[in-house]
């Protein structure tokens, strides 16, 4: 895909309604001409995103989109419920591609439940040099967690789940137990189907991305190692 050219997700989103009705093998190889049709949409719109992420953000690569996009075959190993197939697109524009520790920006279509989470992966190794960065920085934390910007597009700040308990190694005395309890460290902006099928869906991702990238570079600050 050029550069100056503007994508948009119409075929993901109908092929992604139909293996929502139809998750099966052999609906799924029928249909994969389909499939690739709409996985090539969704490419370009990764591509899209990452060339122009990294105008802003120097620790993102312009890597091809596959190195950004999961796999939609689900490991049975792991299933329940016998469906083969993942009913969304998934991409994780960070250092390295989408096995990344680091922070970055998470993009999820899905029939009704399309969005883009900025952050890092729910890995628990990262939650402890994050508090710990928390505990040493908080007032840079809270500016950029009330910043009435990022407020706008993630109107509920962090939104991950919560540990009960303040962790063992916060000190008692901290005074914003409520920074240090989540399970991991991620914001979320949803995106209605009108917009992935409109040629503004670059442009407003764009927008919401710049806003989130000063939590971004705090969250790769607590974590210098992470790749």
Not at 26 to 33: G, I, L
Not at 83 to 111: C, D, V
Not at 176 to 201: C, K, M, N, W
Request: aromatic share 12%; proline share 7%; net charge positive.
């Amino acid at each position: 895909m050029k550069c100056d050219q503007v994508p948009m997700l119409r075929q993901a989103l109908d092929f992604l309604r139909a293996l929502k009705a139809n998750n099966h093998r052999e609906w799924f190889e029928t249909h994969r001409s389909m499939y690739l049709q709409a996985r090539s949409e969704f490419e370009d719109v990764v591509d899209g995103l990452v060339w122009r992420i990294a105008q802003r953000d120097a620790d993102i690569n312009p890597l091809p989109a596959r190195e950004y996009i999961y796999r939609i075959y689900r490991d049975m190993r792991f299933v329940r419920d016998g469906k083969p197939y993942k009913e969304h697109f998934g991409a994780f524009i960070a250092p390295g591609g989408r096995r990344s520790h680091s922070a970055g920006y998470y993009i999820h279509i899905e029939a009704d439940n399309s969005f883009v989470a900025v952050g890092t992966p729910p890995i628990p190794s990262l939650l402890k040099p994050i508090r710990k960065h928390i505990v040493r920085h908080a007032d840079q934390w809270l500016h950029v967690l009330t910043d009435a910007r990022l407020r706008s597009f993630f109107p509920n700040g962090i939104d991950t789940e919560r540990y009960r308990r303040v962790p063992k190694d916060v000190p008692s005395d901290f005074p914003h137990p409520e920074l240090v309890t989540y399970r991991h460290y991620a914001v979320t902006h949803f995106i209605g189907e009108d917009l992935l099928q409109s040629q503004e869906l670059v442009a407003h991702v764009l927008e919401v991305l710049h806003t989130s990238m000063p939590f971004v570079r705090l969250l790769r600050q607590a974590l210098p190692n992470a790749a």
